[in-house]
């Protein structure tokens, strides 16, 4: 039973968490905001990012409110399932460490799987306007523009969506989750990903 809850609740964080991480990346990449995805983003986000940013400001232009949002929203869910899945209360470094963690796993996996929904749509719908599809695009697009400059077309098959789905998947495996989670005797520690 505690593993289902546990489940859930990681489940229903990381959704929440999600929709500020596309939001920041919406921004970050000047998307269409008139985009119903778009639309539902900024809807959902804006009752935690509207007064944040009355108390913090912009820095050279990025949305500092809706990452420290991302970071305490993942600190509290850090700490609710360290609590639940721990013998013990973890210490404020363990929790910081785990939060840190996780934020950069959610985003890793966001565009591991964005990536693959935009190669999915592109077999599928291409030649049609979407505006799921122009919000994938949108957002994928400039991560595979990186990958495009060391890996060509080949035969007119685009292969920057594999490299890139590799180059997540590997750094998805550097992230020293054991390391930050040594001091602290978990019941699941499968759980806290």
Same mark, same amino acid.
């Given at each position: 039973?505690?593993n ?7 489940t ?16 970050w ?7 119903p ?49 721990c013998?013990?209360t ?8 785990? &939060? @840190? *963690?996780?934020?950069?796993? +959610?985003?890793l996996?966001t565009? !591991?799987?964005?990536? $693959?929904?935009? #190669? /999915? ?10 505006p ?24 007119g ?6 490299? &890139? @789905? *590799?180059?997540?998947?590997? +750094?998805?495996?550097?992230?020293? !989750?054991?390391?930050? $989670?040594?001091? #602290? /005797? ?8």
């Amino acid at each position: 039973m505690d593993n289902a809850l546990i489940f859930l609740f990681r489940t229903a964080s990381d959704m929440y968490t999600l929709t500020f991480i596309l939001r920041f990346i919406m921004q970050w990449i000047s998307a269409d905001a008139r985009n119903p995805l778009s639309q539902f983003v900024l809807k959902v986000t804006n009752p935690l990012v509207i007064p944040a940013r009355r108390v913090i400001p912009s820095i050279k232009g990025w949305d500092t409110a809706t990452i420290i949002v991302i970071f305490t929203l993942e600190l509290l869910a850090s700490i609710v399932l360290l609590n639940v899945s721990c013998i013990g209360t973890p210490d404020v470094m363990t929790s910081v460490g785990l &939060a @840190i *963690l996780r934020s950069a796993y +959610l985003v890793l996996n966001t565009y !591991f799987f964005l990536t $693959l929904a935009y #190669v /999915v749509l592109s077999w599928i719908g291409s030649g049609n306007y979407n505006p799921l599809a122009a919000m994938l695009a949108s957002v994928v697009e400039p991560v595979l523009r990186v990958f495009r400059k060391f890996v060509p077309a080949i035969a007119g098959i685009d292969l920057s969506p594999l490299f &890139a @789905i *590799l180059a997540i998947q590997v +750094l998805m495996r550097l992230l020293p !989750f054991g390391y930050v $989670l040594s001091n #602290v /005797v978990c019941t699941a520690p499968g759980q806290l990903l």
